[in-house]
């Protein structure tokens, strides 16, 4: 349907021994300074919470973060907060943040989604615990078991599933290395001076004896000056795999995709940045980061730029998605060519190759168009700075995170001309609300203490690649605009694939909305008539229209909705239904996997393996849709049962995995 952006979420600085280098700008900094203060409010023992303060708490969150069964949040915006606090220098001590890294480290082993994967990889890099490798290197290897056969990601990473046995035997190999208490102190900071007792939630090894006599003979040594830590990916051989995961490493790359043809952008933007996280830490990604690269630069428009997704129904392509497929290949380069040099200092290949590289310059075009446009636009004049006017680009802090994360991985001052940390810092400042938070639009974001996250990346200039960002330097130009852009704003993003929510709607956006309206206001005659011709006519408007009014309906008219649509996909070929079962929209899930059992069991083969994938689904509504579904076709059951939480649901597909590959 028209809105299908994924909401996405971080990219975070690589600090190495020194703290995070604070702006020179005193109100950027003030900025930052309120943005975390709500954040920890937020997050603190007792605090708000995802969702942040006000009406809808907890209900509002960002679509793909939305934990597996109903009533709550995943790990995602936790792990997105915990980024955002400690690139932007929030001490490690700090109760907000120990509250967000106790919270990750226990949901860490059992999420399946690919935006909470991806974060907690680079939350527990950007922490640097060596006792979290384990668990690092068991998160990369089931973010890998999910890349789809053209590589890229969809929502769930279901190829690395484990039975209870298994998972018990992995938790405790993995723990026996991991603290599952409070983060290591802050790189840098000096240790507490008050004495106390040993902390033995810390470490539980066993205590020296002392000698009260030798105390009184030897006066106690000075303290030492406390030494700024070394980096350990910079000095230190990068770790092994743990030998706990040996064992299964070989399956999270036997079958791509594990029956997904496809994924979207957003997905997979958050895969590849967590993937070259887990890169440092033992794990051999080259082959899927090489397929990343493939994907990327087999599917670039002609206009340079990206699209969400081949199965979107956005064809058009959007500067945040043209940010991803970017990052997509400057990662891509940088696994090709980024290599360890005698003395391990890793060195680049040919850095400037990216400069020659023609897709590259297209969609660095693509995106110019975008800031240039943007950066024309100015309000009326605002005391000391420039007075760039703020609009529907500046307003989606996802895309703002976007640019950032592009701006930096390829060391590029402007884009499309413009000065774009200049342009949006000083919008960002103008646009903080009273209590240190950013509005969100309701869509991109999902609530303000995402957008804030989002917007203290920026703010800070984050940089989790910055050991590729850091060879790159500046060989990398910027080409500037495309010479068909027209430099206004708003035709640009008339044709740019955007949600709903933005000023600008496309003529297709305008067109559903007007028949999602019309369904929902009609009486009940009207109804009827009008659900058989949304049923029957021809046009994927009709498809998105019943889908988004079957959401916002309720009762019988609800049902009524979603019996029209399910009729309607039950037309539709195998492929089509399989693509609909990937869809960011729960109501086209649930339909097509309802529909697909109008196929018959002759033609089940073609689709089982996608069909058994949505016995996992995030929405129960979906699981318990597929689970109907399979009954039927293979007078089989194997669950999940209605309210089963996420670890079940997974269990289940697991069973009805292993009963179809017996059954070939």
């Given at each position: 349907?028209a809105?299908r952006?994924?909401a ?27 943005g ?18 006000g ?69 527990f ?11 690092i ?8 078991s ?25 938790r ?30 810390l ?23 406390p030494?700024?830590p ?15 995961l ?19 952008h ?47 129904g ?11 497929g ?9 696994a ?45 004049a605002v005391?000391g700075g ?19 994360r ?6 590029l001052t ?45 703010l ?46 496309s ?7 007007k ?13 009827e ?11 994927g408007?009709y498809?998105?229209?019943?889908a ?6 309720k ?5 009524e909705?979603?019996?029209?649509l399910?009729?309607r ?5 195998v ?26 069991k ?49 269990k289940?597909m697991?069973a ?9």
């Amino acid at each position: 349907m028209a809105p299908r952006f994924a909401a996405a979420f971080v990219t975070l600085i690589a600090v190495t021994g020194s703290a995070w280098g604070e702006p020179d700008d005193a109100k950027i900094k003030r900025a930052v300074k309120d943005g975390q203060a709500f954040l920890r409010a937020c997050y603190k023992p007792g605090g708000f919470g995802p969702g942040g303060p006000g009406p809808g708490g907890l209900a509002r969150m960002i679509p793909g973060v939305v934990a597996s069964g109903t009533g709550g949040t995943g790990c995602g915006p936790a792990a997105l907060a915990g980024l955002a606090l400690l690139c932007s220098g929030t001490p490690h001590n700090d109760e907000a943040l120990v509250n967000i890294v106790r919270a990750c480290r226990e949901a860490a082993f059992s999420t399946t989604s690919t935006y909470e994967l991806s974060l907690l990889i680079m939350l527990f890099d950007r922490l640097g615990h060596k006792a979290d490798t384990p668990m690092i290197q068991f998160l990369t290897l089931r973010l890998m078991s999910g890349q789809s056969r053209d590589g890229s990601w969809s929502y769930s990473c279901t190829g690395l599933l484990l039975d209870p046995v298994q998972e018990r035997q992995l938790r405790a190999a993995l723990a026996a290395e991991s603290r599952l208490t409070t983060p290591d102190r802050q790189r840098g900071s000096s240790p507490p001076k008050e004495k106390g007792k040993p902390r033995e939630d810390l470490d539980d090894s066993p205590k020296p004896k002392t000698d009260p006599k030798k105390d009184k003979e030897t006066p106690p040594a000075p303290p030492e000056e406390p030494k700024e830590p070394k980096d350990d990916r910079r000095t230190e051989k990068r770790p092994r795999l743990h030998p706990g995961l040996e064992g299964i490493a070989a399956q999270a790359t036997r079958g791509a995709g594990f029956g997904n043809d496809s994924g979207d952008h957003s997905n997979t933007q958050f895969a590849t940045v967590g993937l070259w996280c887990g890169r440092r830490h033992g794990v051999d990604v080259t082959a899927s980061l090489d397929a990343i690269d493939k994907h990327y630069r087999g599917i670039q428009g002609a206009d340079g730029g990206w699209m969400y997704s081949n199965a979107s129904g956005l064809s058009a392509s959007s500067p945040a998605m043209t940010c991803a497929g970017l990052m997509g290949l400057a990662i891509g380069f940088g696994a090709k060519n980024l290599k360890e040099g005698a003395d391990r200092e890793p060195r680049l290949e040919d850095p400037e190759a990216l400069n020659r590289d023609k897709q590259v310059v297209a969609g660095l075009k693509y995106v110019g168009d975008f800031i240039a446009a943007a950066g024309a636009q100015r309000a009326p004049a605002v005391p000391g700075g420039p007075a760039f006017q703020t609009n529907e680009l500046s307003n989606n802090l996802y895309f703002m995170w976007s640019l950032e994360r592009v701006g930096m991985v390829y060391g590029l001052t402007t884009i499309g001309n413009l000065d774009w940390y200049d342009w949006g810092s000083h919008i960002l400042v103008r646009t903080q609300q009273r209590n240190g938070s950013w509005k969100s639009d309701g869509f991109h974001s999902g609530s303000d203490d995402n957008a804030t996250a989002f917007a203290l990346l920026f703010l800070c200039r984050a940089d989790l690649t910055e050991d590729l960002s850091s060879k790159l330097g500046s060989k990398v130009k910027d080409p500037g605009t495309s010479r068909l852009a027209t430099g206004d704003l708003s035709k640009l993003l008339g044709t740019a694939a955007k949600p709903s929510t933005g000023t600008t709607k496309s003529e297709a956006e305008t067109k559903v909305a007007k028949l999602v309206d019309a369904l929902i206001v009609a009486g009940p005659g009207d109804r009827e008539v009008m659900l058989a011709k949304y049923r029957d006519e021809k046009g994927g408007e009709y498809t998105d229209a019943l889908a988004l009014a079957a959401a916002k309906l309720k009762g019988d008219r609800q049902t009524e909705a979603r019996d029209a649509l399910v009729q309607r996909l039950g037309r539709m070929t195998v492929n089509t239904l399989i693509e609909y079962m990937k869809d960011r929209d729960r109501e086209l899930r649930r339909a097509a996997v309802l529909a697909a059992a109008s196929k018959g069991k002759d033609r089940l083969h073609e689709f089982a393996q996608a069909l058994i994938a949505r016995t996992a689904d995030e929405d129960t509504n979906v699981s318990q849709a597929a689970r109907m579904s399979l009954k039927k076709l293979t007078d089989q059951d194997f669950g999940p049962d209605s309210g089963d939480s996420a670890s079940d649901r997974a269990k289940a597909m697991l069973a009805w995995r292993k009963w179809w590959d017996g059954q070939k």
